[in-house]
């Protein structure tokens, strides 16, 4: 503990600080995990510091005894001949010198020897110059991309697939349009969801109108006659005696949540957005923008704590990620840098070691993702 006590400190406060500096990510994940790992290492830390170094105390205790370890804790080990006896009191009174002659330590003698030569100094510094400016440069070309076929290996049936279905398919994916917590009977709430629909609707993203939609269609059918009967009717009544037909509940019935008075307390229309959507990063991050806009922008929708008015698709959590990947990486940066840096202030001895350091810790980073390829996730 003399001897390395200080420098565990060291790594153990840099690094519970690093963690906790990661609870101020947006990323429920990333955060739990920060605030687990720091407690986790700061918990370990008193552990070695007080119990296992007393364990290994006791241990060592036991070795000078002679006692035998294991389940027989209390028995001695006796010395069995005279020669034992005359060999321990030989080692006490003429200690033998070790020395360390291993081809390793010869190996690493020769390297630094050849390492201190002005010439390979010289070298070093101008292979690292030119390292990290090409590691510069490559950090510079990285763009938000992720691939899903770079997930699989090389020659997968999986990846041949996948392109012929790319190739050969026009995919649209589904988002829906939610609407909740207002009287949807209302004609005025009606007029406002149509709208929230065709702002919708006219995001470069999407470009057409919902396939089915019960808002729009419902005031369709009351021209029909078969709502002539009904059309003096409360319009949860009439919802109510449109599901019963059953055509109309196979293609509406789980878009419309209808309470026991007739009410509806919840639905949604389904708008279909563009394949070439799923193909580039940029058009998911600006979609999820501009939905989020559109939303926040109804009147229906201030002054609310959960909206009235929203969409929701089951790629919206994986684009978020997206949006935010960038700026976490950013911070993390920032946050490591900083990290590092205090805790130098606190045990190197003057200030001027932080025009060392942090260049150090920076370049670390840039040569991390500057050797990948340009098109990679960030």
Same mark, same amino acid.
């Given at each position: 503990?003399?001897?390395?006590?200080?420098?565990?400190?060291?790594?153990? %406060? /840099? /690094?519970?600080?690093?963690?906790?500096? !990661? $609870?101020?990510?947006?990323?429920?994940?990333?955060? +739990?995990?920060?605030?687990?790992?720091?407690?986790?290492?700061?918990?370990? =830390?008193?552990?070695?510091? /007080?119990?296992?170094?007393?364990?290994?105390?006791?241990?060592?205790?036991?070795?000078?005894?002679?006692?035998?370890?294991?389940?027989?804790?209390?028995?001695?080990?006796? %010395?069995?001949?005279?020669?034992?006896?005359? *060999?321990?009191?030989?080692?006490?009174?003429?200690?033998?010198?070790?020395?360390?002659?291993?081809?390793?330590?010869?190996?690493?003698? +020769?390297?630094?020897?050849?390492?201190?030569?002005?010439?390979?100094?010289?070298?070093?510094?101008? *292979? =690292?110059?030119?390292?990290?400016?090409?590691?510069? &440069?490559?950090?510079?070309?990285?763009?938000?991309?992720?691939?899903?076929?770079?997930?699989?290996?090389?020659?997968?049936?999986?990846?041949?697939?996948?392109?012929?279905? &790319?190739?050969?398919?026009?995919?649209?994916?589904?988002? @829906?349009?939610? =609407?909740?917590?207002?009287?949807?009977?209302?004609?005025?709430?009606?007029?406002?969801? #149509?709208?929230?629909?065709?702002?919708?609707?006219?995001?470069?993203?999407?470009?057409? @109108?919902?396939?089915?939609?019960?808002?729009?269609?419902? @005031?369709?059918?009351?021209?029909?006659?078969?709502?002539?009967?009904?059309?003096?009717?409360?319009?949860?009544?009439?919802?109510?005696?449109?599901?019963?037909?059953?055509?109309?509940?196979?293609?509406?019935?789980?878009?419309?949540?209808?309470?026991? @008075?007739?009410? %509806?307390?919840?639905?949604?229309?389904?708008?279909?957005? #563009?394949?070439?959507?799923?193909?580039?990063?940029?058009?998911?991050?600006?979609?999820?923008?501009?939905?989020?806009?559109?939303?926040?922008?109804? /009147?229906?929708?201030?002054?609310?704590?959960?909206?009235?008015?929203?969409?929701? !698709?089951?790629? &919206?959590?994986?684009?978020? =990620?997206?949006?935010?990947?960038?700026?976490? $990486?950013?911070?993390?940066?920032?946050?490591?840098?900083?990290?590092?840096?205090?805790?130098?202030?606190?045990?190197?001895?003057? +200030?001027?070691?932080?025009?060392?350091?942090?260049?150090? *810790?920076?370049?670390?980073?840039?040569?991390? $993702?500057?050797?990948?390829?340009?098109? &990679?996730?960030?």
């Amino acid at each position: 503990m003399e001897d390395i006590g200080s420098s565990i400190t060291v790594t153990t %406060i /840099t /690094t519970t600080l690093a963690f906790l500096l !990661g $609870l101020m990510s947006t990323v429920p994940a990333i955060f +739990w995990l920060c605030l687990y790992a720091s407690l986790t290492i700061m918990i370990d =830390f008193i552990y070695q510091i /007080t119990f296992f170094v007393a364990i290994l105390v006791l241990d060592e205790r036991r070795l000078q005894a002679q006692r035998i370890s294991g389940r027989m804790c209390c028995l001695t080990r006796s %010395i069995s001949s005279p020669g034992d006896e005359e *060999i321990q009191a030989s080692a006490r009174v003429n200690p033998i010198k070790i020395t360390n002659n291993h081809f390793a330590d010869r190996a690493m003698k +020769w390297y630094a020897e050849q390492l201190m030569r002005p010439i390979v100094k010289a070298m070093v510094l101008l *292979i =690292f110059v030119g390292a990290f400016g090409y590691c510069t &440069y490559r950090a510079s070309l990285l763009t938000q991309k992720l691939e899903v076929l770079e997930l699989f290996p090389e020659g997968s049936f999986v990846t041949s697939a996948m392109e012929n279905l &790319y190739a050969n398919q026009d995919r649209n994916f589904p988002v @829906e349009i939610i =609407f909740r917590g207002v009287n949807q009977s209302s004609p005025i709430i009606q007029k406002e969801m #149509k709208d929230f629909i065709s702002d919708i609707v006219e995001l470069p993203a999407f470009g057409q @109108e919902p396939p089915i939609c019960w808002v729009r269609d419902f @005031e369709i059918m009351k021209d029909a006659a078969l709502f002539e009967t009904i059309s003096d009717l409360p319009h949860g009544q009439q919802v109510q005696y449109a599901l019963s037909i059953p055509a109309i509940q196979e293609a509406y019935g789980d878009d419309i949540v209808v309470d026991k @008075e007739g009410n %509806i307390g919840a639905s949604r229309c389904i708008v279909l957005a #563009k394949n070439s959507v799923l193909q580039d990063v940029e058009q998911q991050i600006s979609l999820l923008a501009q939905q989020r806009a559109i939303t926040n922008a109804q /009147t229906i929708n201030q002054g609310r704590h959960d909206e009235a008015f929203f969409t929701f !698709g089951s790629m &919206y959590m994986m684009w978020e =990620f997206y949006s935010v990947a960038v700026n976490e $990486l950013i911070l993390s940066t920032l946050t490591s840098v900083a990290a590092v840096s205090i805790v130098a202030l606190a045990f190197i001895p003057h +200030w001027s070691a932080l025009f060392f350091l942090v260049p150090m *810790i920076s370049i670390v980073y840039t040569d991390l $993702l500057g050797k990948r390829d340009s098109g &990679y996730v960030v």
